[in-house]
Every structure is written in structure tokens, then in C-alpha cells.
């Protein structure tokens, strides 16, 4: 057991290293945690009645949160094992909830989904959790009791402590069942530390990524020329398919693909779409970005998802208008803004 904990402990210092940077005091904690449930892992099952106890690890954004679980879930060893995004998993959740013929055998929707999901994996690492959206609050809190309930240890990370969760007044009693169901079942783990790791003047880790490499861009044609852009032509604009729509985009580049702010984020789009996007294209344009305080709600909580998605998937980004954080919205009206401007903060702009 030891022999696990000791081999964990040193790939993450030795992945730190390859980025240029070492274990922050605030993440050591987890280090350790996360190095422990690696030697619990790597005993057979049989040899214990009880899984290893599973981990929530939340802080603010960019406190490498993410770059914890990643690391963690690399250095175990293959087979067993899923990673996924909240986004995606509960994309993925939803439709295989309501594809028609879910129910069969005497099988609820949501064990099945969850069943084909992650079939006989034995650890589940699940990114960026949250609770906004009460329509989902019901799914949100089955998800967690089945997983819980079965001997899959669940390792997730957020920017909310469990009481956080779901934080509109309004709906947040919808959910206290699950958050006393996570403090009483999941370690919880604090990485809040005074640094924002994307905000430091170098964020970019050697070989890059392709977020990294995205652009904050004036609607200035000779500013687009600089970075290799054309405004498209009308010739250019084509339908592009997305989850369970078309959209209509302004360009169609190879891997490169061009909306405007109005397509994308003020109509009826959703994550879905988003994600259907970054499993096509490496490169995502977004024209017409205006100030988020002067968007509408929805326009805002579609952006800041958009922002989620393209980073998570590591695709790069290019924004041009206005820099959409320029003039601060009411933080009440959009959930998880901080997040969003930490992610942007990572986007080059054009001097």
C-alpha cells in the first residue's frame, strides 16, 4: 500500500515539474488524499467490505483544481476507470434518460444510462460539478444516490463547497437532501489558495494548449489580419450541424468554424450543441461579442457554458468585439462568472 501512496505522491510532483511549476501549499493536502485513495485502489476489491471513501474537492476558480483529478487519474493504472466532464456526463445522462424504450427489464432510466455510461469502472473522476438548474435538481440528486450506493468510488471537483450547491433561495431546499447526502458520504476537500494560476503572466504550459492560444480581438479588420483572419464572405456562410439542430454559421474553414454572438448564445442553443461543436472543430470564432452586462440573461449563462466547454475540451477560442468583461453584469444574474473571467484571462489579446 505504501509502495501506491509513495508512486502517486511523486507523479505529481513530477507533473508539476513538466509544467514549469511546483505543488502549491493549498493543493498539498489533496496530493496527499488523492495519493492515499491511489494505494486504496490498488488493492483488490475483495479485501475490503467498503469502496474507499469517495472525494469532493472544491476552491475558487483556478486554483488547479482540475490539474489535481487530471494528474490523479493518469497516474492510476488503465482499465476501470472513466474521467468525465459535468457537462457531458449529464448530457449523456439526459439522453439516454428520455431516449424512448429507456425503461426495460425492471431497470430504472437511470441505472441503465449510468450502466452504459460507465460500465464496470471502479472510479469515476468528475469535473466541475454544479447545481443551478432546479429542472435538474431531481436527476442531479439520483445520480449521486446511485452512484453512492453502488461500490464506485466518486472523485469530483467544484467551485462550491456542498452547501453552496444550488444556490438560488428559491430551489435550494430541492437539493439540501443531496448536499447532506455528499458531506455525510464524500470527503471534503477545501484547495482555496491565495493564487489564481491562470491569471499568472505565464499560463501557457510547455506544448501549450490549444485554449491557451485563443483570442480577444477588436472587430477591427487589420487586427484580424494580423492573427490570419478574414471576415467571412456571404459565400461562406453554411448550416452546420450541432446536437439535435442546425445552426447557421458565417464560415465553415477546414476545422475552423464561425458564428456570430447572435446565433450562438441568444437563441435557443445549449450545451449539447456546444459540445457537438468541439467534437467537430479545433477552432470555434465568435463575432459580434458585446459587453455581458448588455446581453440578456440567457445570452450570458450560454456564453459563460460555451467558455466551460471550449476549455474543458481544449479547443481555441476566438472571440472578436467587445471584451466581453470589460463592463462587469450583475454577478447575481450569471452563475459562475469568476470562472469565466479566470478562463479568458487565459486568451490573448491583440495590443
Known sequence: MHKHDEAMRGHFHEAAARRGFSVAPAQQAAVERLSRLAAELARPAWTFPKPPRDLYVWGPVGRGKSWLVDTFYEGLPPGRKRRLHFHDFFRRLHDGVTRPGARHDGQSAVDRALDELIGDSRILVFDEFHAHDAGDAMLIARLFRTLLDRRITLVTTSNYPPAGLMPDPLYHHLFEPTIKLIEERMDV?????????????????????????????????????????????????????????????????????????????????????????????????????????????????????LVDVACDRDIRLVLIGSDPLSTPADPTLTRDLDRTASRLAMLQRAA
Open 189 to 305: 476537500l477545501d484547495v482555496t489558495g491565495p493564487v489564481d494560476f491562470r491569471r499568472l503572466a505565464s499560463p501557457r504550459p510547455a506544448g501549450g494548449r490549444r485554449f491557451a492560444t485563443g483570442l480577444c480581438l477588436p472587430p477591427d479588420d487589420t487586427a484580424l489580419e494580423a492573427f490570419g483572419l478574414t471576415v467571412p464572405t456571404p459565400a461562406e456562410s453554411a448550416a452546420v450541424q450541432a446536437h439535435l439542430r442546425e445552426l447557421p454559421a458565417r464560415a465553415v474553414r477546414g476545422e475552423l468554424v464561425w458564428f456570430g454572438f447572435d446565433v450562438l448564445c441568444e437563441t435557443a442553443t445549449a450545451v449539447p450543441d456546444y459540445l457537438a461543436l468541439a467534437e467537430r472543430f479545433g477552432t470555434l470564432v465568435l463575432d459580434g461579442v458585446p459587453p455581458l452586462a448588455t446581453a440578456s440573461t440567457d445570452g450570458r449563462q450560454r456564453f459563460a457554458n
